[in-house]
């Protein structure tokens, strides 16, 4: 058989991936996207606070700024259709000190700048009227209403379903290696789990690689940037301390870092987080005890009933930051190749809004090859509720029993996330995301054997999409 050519190939199957993918798919283009991992989110995408950005502290007139608040545009305007739940929490920006407090001014002129109009100081009254929980260290606010918590993994498998449902293919376990271009068509020589040589044949190549986005972008070429790996890590805490705030509590940034955040998450738990490390190891996030202890300390100073509660998981995930603030997207006129790189944390508000972009960029640098044709409808899937101040399956009652307690997932929820026929889950990272199996307090005790069961002959690498075998 031949080897299939396709209009469009996305490297990297993060959020942002994802949501290129889907957006490519929908305008019509028969797209691939090719992921090393062995399932969707295996790099920087699977670890992050999962806050859904106004963009109101983002650099105004950045193009940071104006994906996020199209992406954030986006999600609100489809997330029922997808089932995909918003927690509306509100974000409080806290000044500690003195000189934190003379900077709250200027973070709400920053955001009505960028159009967040809504944003306003709080005096330290208001502010433990909101918060009664937080330190009385706490000397006041700046208010955004609009800040929400959100489902980090539903999402990108949303997107990535529904550019399945009008022919999108996807290749897990599949590292790029290098390229040429013969003045048409890319053809990108990857490797497979077992080393084995794969190639890939198409018009248009969109770099989505995060951590290795520099690395990728020299098949091409030259970057002019360098990616520069910034560890997080986090703190998961037990249920317990979900009701100890209201809101998201934000500190006041630095030139270098967002700072800790202290948030709800949509699974009914509290996180606290992230660190913000340089390191070189572009593909490792450690945690590690000393900087966890730090954490504690930071967060019981902010919050002190944490002491209370137990820390259930721990967490670390890379972030693609480089040595610019903004994203780096650009395209390649002579090579039909576009890099989208420095996606840093606010990828996932955003990666609606780059997608939009990046076909806006597509379409203006490659007028004539990027006129791909009108795609059938997308399907709009009903994604699995997964947060818990929503009805979840366990309540209506699916009909199975529970297998994972700590969480209530049910086999019903597991044998549905292996038994997908357009995107099952193809890993255990996966189906875990997809059903939040095993990431409860015991951290799969009780249910990983159970688990081991159901899964058994379901999942084996390399793992193959729909789209090798379109022609």
């Known amino acids: 058989m031949s080897e299939p050519?396709?209009?469009?190939?996305?490297?990297?199957?993060?959020?942002v991936g994802c949501a290129i993918t889907r957006r490519f798919s929908f305008a019509g283009a028969k797209t691939l996207l090719l992921e090393r991992g062995r399932d969707i989110l295996s790099g920087a995408s699977?670890?992050?606070?999962?806050?859904?950005?106004?963009?109101?502290?983002?650099?105004?007139?950045?193009?940071?700024?104006?994906?996020?608040?199209?992406?954030?545009?986006?999600?609100?305007?489809i997330h029922s259709r997808l089932n995909l739940p918003v927690l509306k929490t509100a974000a409080l920006v806290i000044a500690w000190n003195e000189e934190q407090l003379s900077q709250l001014d200027g973070i709400v002129s920053k955001a009505h700048e960028n159009g967040v109009a809504d944003v306003q100081q709080i005096s330290g009254?208001?502010?433990?009227?909101?918060?009664?929980?937080?330190?009385?260290?706490?000397?006041?606010?700046?208010?955004?209403?609009?800040?929400?918590?959100?489902?980090?993994?539903?999402?990108?498998?949303?997107?990535?379903?529904?550019?399945?449902?009008?022919?999108?293919?996807y290749c897990f376990g599949t590292e790029v290696k290098s390229g040429a271009f013969d003045g048409e068509y890319w053809h990108l020589n990857a490797i497979d789990p077992d080393a084995e040589g794969k190639r890939y044949t198409g018009r248009i190549v969109i770099n989505c690689t995060?951590?290795?986005?520099?690395?990728?972008?020299?098949?091409?070429?030259?970057?002019n940037f360098e990616i520069r790996p910034r560890k997080g890590q986090f703190l998961v805490f037990d249920k317990s301390a979900n009701s100890l705030i209201n809101s998201i509590i934000l500190p006041v940034p630095?030139?270098?870092?967002?700072?800790?955040?202290?948030?709800?998450?949509?699974?009914?738990?509290?996180?606290?987080?992230?660190?913000?490390?340089?390191?070189?190891?572009?593909?490792?996030?450690?945690?590690?005890?000393?900087?966890?202890d730090e954490l504690v300390a930071a967060g019981t100073e902010m919050l002190p009933d944490l002491t209370n509660h137990e820390v259930t998981a721990t967490y670390a995930g890379l972030r693609p930051a480089t040595q610019f603030k903004d994203y780096q997207i650009s395209a390649e006129p002579r090579k039909n190749w576009i890099g989208v790189n420095g996606i840093r944390s606010t990828g996932l508000t955003a990666a609606l809004g780059i997608a939009a972009h990046v076909e806006k960029l597509c379409g203006e640098t490659y007028s004539g090859t990027a006129n791909f044709g009108q795609a059938p409808?997308?399907?709009?899937?009903?994604?699995?509720?997964?947060?818990?101040?929503?009805?979840?399956?366990?309540?209506?009652?699916?009909?199975?029993?529970?297998?994972?307690?700590?969480?209530?997932?049910?086999?019903?929820?597991?044998?549905?996330?292996?038994?997908?026929?357009?995107?099952?889950?193809?890993?255990?990272?996966?189906?875990?995301?997809?059903?939040?199996?095993?990431?409860?307090?015991c951290n799969g005790f009780y249910c990983s054997a159970r688990v081991n069961e159901l899964t058994r002959d379901k999942i084996s690498p390399p793992v193959v999409g729909r789209g090798e075998v379109r022609s």
């Open 5 to 15: 050519h396709w209009d469009v190939i996305v490297i990297g199957g993060g959020v």
């Open 125 to 169: 009254l208001a502010l433990h009227k909101r918060e009664p929980g937080l330190s009385t260290k706490a000397l006041g606010a700046v208010e955004v209403p609009h800040e929400y918590v959100i489902d980090p993994w539903s999402a990108p498998l949303a997107y990535l379903k529904q550019a399945v449902s009008v022919g999108a293919g």
């Open 377 to 441: 409808d997308p399907d709009w899937p009903v994604m699995p509720m997964l947060a818990e101040h929503e009805l979840r399956a366990y309540q209506k009652g699916d009909g199975t029993e529970i297998i994972c307690h700590c969480e209530r997932v049910t086999r019903g929820e597991i044998e549905a996330a292996l038994n997908d026929k357009s995107l099952p889950a193809c890993d255990l990272g996966g189906l875990r995301r997809r059903t939040r199996v095993m990431m409860g307090q």
């Open 210 to 223: 995060g951590t290795n986005g520099d690395n990728i972008e020299q098949i091409c070429r030259k970057p």
């Open 254 to 292: 630095t030139p270098t870092t967002k700072g800790v955040v202290l948030t709800k998450t949509i699974f009914g738990n509290l996180l606290l987080g992230p660190t913000a490390e340089e390191q070189e190891d572009r593909n490792t996030a450690r945690v590690e005890r000393k900087m966890l």
């Open 46 to 77: 699977k670890a992050n606070s999962a806050i859904l950005h106004t963009g109101f502290d983002a650099p105004p007139g950045s193009l940071e700024v104006t994906c996020m608040q199209a992406g954030y545009r986006e999600y609100l305007d």
